[in-house]
């Protein structure tokens, strides 16, 4: 379930960054929209669907995801950065009228969005990462000589 989550943020991403790159051309057709939905958005989202796995295996070899000994901080990471890029990417794409507002300089939306990613970071976290007990107790007895 976790990785379908991932899976289907990613390609929530990918869509939202394409889309939010050319909404702003000259081509009437780019911006066309079905029930306030571009249509655009609808056809990278299906394309970024079926490549969204192997993009996050692309940043799984990248990062040496699985050669780490506690691959937790990583993991926390990379779902960090899903949930604040699939929150960037919503109000680029969807909610255009919340950019303007700014918080000391810094848009406020991305302001919002680092600490909503922060929470649903610690929420996903212990709802879906599966602690390997035995690395845990490794580090915690470790002798010294």
Known sequence: MSKRIQNLLVAFIIATSVTALFQSSHFEWMKMSLFHIPVL?????ILGVIIAEDVRSAFKKVLWFEKRKDPRPIWQVGVGMIFYFAQVGF????????MPYELGGMPLYLIISFLNAFLLTVIFEEIFYKKNQHAVEQYKFKKLK
């Open 41 to 45: 958005f609808i056809v990278i989202f």
């Open 91 to 98: 109000v680029e794409v969807f909610m255009r009228s919340l």
